[in-house]
């Protein structure tokens, strides 16, 4: 497929998960949809752009492992991998309901294509560093990719994964920051700062590329690019409610929900 024709198709993924996961979210009244619009694109790139997985065959040894680290952000995983083929779309309206396999943080032993149960924060960057140093390891030539949002960064399991992670020269290893500057209650910067992040973990021996989370031609072509003898951490700067005028910026959305107004309103915006 020619890049333009996956840029094409990873946008039309991408609105089709905003659209499904906030109906999702406004029907069960629970969720994380400011995260999931932030996230989603970076998703939609991987499931449908980079990655080499195949949906009928989940634990295929060969496949390329996607991690995510912010799992609360389920709206996005389960949207993506619903519309990657892993399981069909009308378990999707059981989000968060009980006996649901689609649990507000993802279970790897309810649903395909989940490699790892995550949702304490910090947990999914150190996990990817193992699955990583397996396959170095071993020889294999899969790749892991782990999503984790910036106020996540501030838990120190990130940082003994990124010293290990440039100890050993981890080229088949791709860190991806949901950079959205904005966590629960707050800004990141209000809250513990981060910045200089890239050059932190160019101190970690890390590839770091800082780009529009957005942009999906540019997720494309950074995620896609050949392993360069070091762990990659791609910065994606990104808004928090992406697509809904009301949502983006608002540090409210982290776990707020939408009545039936603003549902309506954002369904408009969503197009």
Same mark, same amino acid.
């Given at each position: ?18 659209? #499904?996961? $906030? ?7 629970? @969720?994380?949809?400011? !995260?999931? $619009? ?12 980079? =990655? ?13 492992? $996607?991690? =995510?680290?912010?799992?609360?952000? %389920?709206?996005?995983?389960? %949207? &993506?991998?619903?519309?990657? !083929? ?15 396999? +689609?649990? &507000? ?10 490699? #790892?149960?995550?949702?304490?924060? !910090?947990? &999914?960057?150190?996990? /990817?560093? @193992?699955?990583?140093? /397996? ?38 290893? #791709? ?10 209650? /707050? ?9 200089? +992040? ?5 101190? $970690? ?7 529009? !989370? ?26 928090? &409610?992406?697509?809904?005028?009301? =949502? ?24």
């Amino acid at each position: 497929m020619l890049m333009n024709d996956k840029v094409h198709l990873i946008r039309e993924k991408a609105l089709w998960m905003r659209r #499904t996961a $906030f109906a999702m979210v406004h029907r069960a009244q629970l @969720g994380h949809p400011g !995260g999931d $619009f932030s996230a989603i694109d970076i998703l939609a790139t991987l499931y449908f752009g980079v =990655m080499n997985h195949d949906p009928a065959r989940p634990d295929w040894a060969g496949r390329d492992r $996607f991690i =995510m680290s912010k799992g609360h952000a %389920t709206g996005a995983l389960y %949207t &993506g991998l619903c519309a990657a !083929g892993y399981f069909p779309e009308d378990w999707l309206p059981t989000y968060m309901q009980p006996r649901s396999m +689609l649990n &507000g943080h993802p279970n790897r032993n309810y649903l395909p294509g989940v490699e #790892t149960n995550t949702g304490p924060l !910090g947990h &999914g960057f150190p996990v /990817a560093v @193992g699955i990583a140093i /397996a396959g170095q390891i071993t020889g294999a030539s899969f790749r892991t990719y782990v999503l984790t949002g910036d106020g996540e960064q501030q838990e120190g399991s990130n940082w003994e994964a990124a010293m290990l992670s440039g100890h050993r020269k981890l080229e088949n290893l #791709t860190l991806i920051i949901d950079r959205n500057r904005l966590q629960q209650g /707050a800004g990141t910067e209000e809250t513990s700062g981060l910045d200089p +992040l890239d050059q932190k973990y160019r101190a $970690f021996g890390f590839e770091v590329t800082e780009l529009d !989370g957005h942009d999906h031609a540019a997720l494309l072509a950074t995620l896609s690019a050949a392993p360069a003898g070091r762990p990659r951490c791609v910065i994606a700067n990104t808004v928090k &409610g992406k697509g809904v005028s009301f =949502m983006e910026n608002q540090a409210s959305w982290h776990h707020g929900v939408p009545n039936d107004a603003q549902f309506d309103q954002a369904m408009k915006e969503l197009v």
